[in-house]
């Protein structure tokens, strides 16, 4: 079964739950003061993940100084 990682909103505890995939969709109450857990992904998966998107953006447009994709002040 996978691990999941769970941070509490209410008091930042960080805890780890072996849970099927139906329980993780559900969350996850905190063991300390019972308030709701928000699931965390794997800081390795969503760094990577935000990090494609920031390139391929930026990538995309090719001209630097407006946010125009190509225009006549950039000559492009
Ligand atoms: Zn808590």
């Known amino acids: 079964m996978p691990i999941y990682e769970y941070v509490c909103s209410e008091c930042g505890l960080k805890f780890e739950l072996l849970c099927s995939l139906n329980r993780a969709s559900e969350g996850a109450s905190c063991p300390r003061c019972h308030n709701a857990a928000e699931r965390v992904l794997s800081t390795f998966v969503s760094r990577s993940k935000s990090d494609s998107g920031l390139t391929t953006s930026i990538g995309g447009n090719p001209c630097s100084s407006c946010s125009a994709i190509?225009?006549?002040?950039?000559?492009?």
Request: with cysteine.
């Open 70 to 76: 190509s225009c006549d002040s950039c000559n492009l």
